[in-house]
C-alpha cells in the first residue's frame, strides 16, 4: 500500500533528509586518494548520531555499515572496509538516516582526485536524469513517466540503466511502495500507480557504461556489473505536490550534492 504523508509526517522527513544529506556532503568533501571507505563510514555515523538520528543502513537486513561506499564497477551496497581509495577511483556513497521515526535516504558519486572525461560524463549523466526524471514527479502523472525520462536521457548519452534494482517508497520504512524504476518495461508506458500528493518517493538513477547487467558478490551485499565496467548513483527522496516536487534530502539552505 502506498502511504500519503500528512504535514507533521512530511517535517519529520524533511529533518532526516537534512540530517542524510549533510552527512552525504560530509563524506563526499573527504572522497581523496587514501582515504579508506571505513574512515567515510565513520564521518557519517558521526554526523547521523550527532543529530540525533540512526544511521538507516546500520544492521538493516545484518548489513554492516551506516553507509555504503560503492568503488569503481561497484554499483551499490558495498560494504565500508580498509581499502583506499586510489587516484582516479569514483566513489558512491549511499547514506539514510533515521530521524523521529521517518527515514531520509540519498546517494551521490564523487571523484577522487582526477578523472578521464568519459568518467565525469558517467556522473554527470547519472546526477541529471534524476532531474530529468522528477520533471513528472508532481500530482497526475505516473511513476512510469519518470522512469521513462530518466530512462531516455541515459540512452541518449550512450549509457544504460541498472534494472534489478530501482527506487522505492520512503517513509516510516526505509524501502516502502511504490517501487521507481529507472527504466521503463515493455507494455508499462501510461500504466504503474499514478502520483499523488503527500507521496514521497526515492528517485535514484545507477547507471553503467557497459551492459547494465549486474552481479552480487560472494559477501551477499556488493553489487557489480557483470563487465567490469564503471557505473555511478544519483538518490534523492523527494515529496510529491501538486506542483514542483520537493527534494527532501537538502540541508536548510536548500543545497544537495
Known amino acids: 500500500m502506498i502511504k500519503i504523508k500528512s504535514p507533521h509526517e512530511i517535517k519529520l522527513m524533511a529533518e532526516a533528509g537534512q540530517i542524510a544529506e549533510?552527512?552525504?556532503r560530509a563524506c563526499?568533501?573527504?572522497v581523496a586518494p587514501g582515504i579508506t571507505t571505513r574512515e567515510l563510514d565513520h564521518v557519517a555515523k558521526k554526523v547521523i548520531t550527532g543529530f540525533g538520528a540512526k544511521p538507516s543502513f546500520l544492521g538493516y537486513g545484518g548489513f554492516p555499515g551506516s553507509v555504503?561506499?560503492?568503488v569503481n564497477d561497484e554499483v551499490i551496497h558495498g560494504i565500508p572496509s580498509s581499502r583506499k581509495i586510489k587516484?582516479?577511483?569514483i566513489v558512491k556513497i549511499d547514506v539514510g538516516a533515521l530521524y523521529m521515526g521517518y527515514h531520509g535516504d540519498c546517494a551521490a558519486t564523487y571523484a577522487a582526485g582526477?578523472?578521464?572525461e568519459s568518467t565525469e560524463k558517467l556522473i554527470q549523466v547519472t546526477r541529471q536524469s534524476f532531474y530529468e526524471g522528477i520533471k513528472y514527479a508532481r500530482e497526475g502523472y505516473r511513476i512510469s513517466d519518470i522512469s521513462k525520462a530518466v530512462e531516455d536521457y541515459t540512452a541518449a548519452n550512450g549509457f544504460f540503466q541498472v534494472r534489478d534494482y530501482v527506487g522505492h517508497g520512503v517513509g516510516s520504512e526505509l524501502h516502502e511502495e511504490p517501487e521507481v524504476p529507472n527504466f521503463l518495461a515493455p507494455g508499462r508506458a501510461g500504466h504503474g500507480p499514478r502520483l499523488v500528493a503527500g507521496m514521497t518517493i526515492a528517485v535514484e538513477p545507477m547507471v553503467c557504461m557497459g551492459t547494465?547487467?549486474?552481479n552480487t558478490m560472494p559477501d551477499g551485499w556488493t553489487v557489480k556489473t557483470?563487465?567490469?565496467s564503471l557505473s555511478a548513483h544519483y538518490e534523492n527522496t523527494i515529496l510529491i505536490t501538486k506542483d514542483e516536487p520537493i527534494i527532501l534530502t537538502a540541508d536548510k539552505d536548500g543545497r544537495h550534492a
Request: proline share 5%.
Open 22 to 24: 549533510l552527512a552525504r
Open 28 to 30: 563526499g568533501d573527504l
Open 68 to 70: 555504503c561506499c560503492s
Open 87 to 89: 587516484e582516479g577511483d
Open 114 to 116: 582526477a578523472i578521464p
Open 212 to 214: 547494465w547487467q549486474v
Open 226 to 228: 557483470a563487465d567490469g
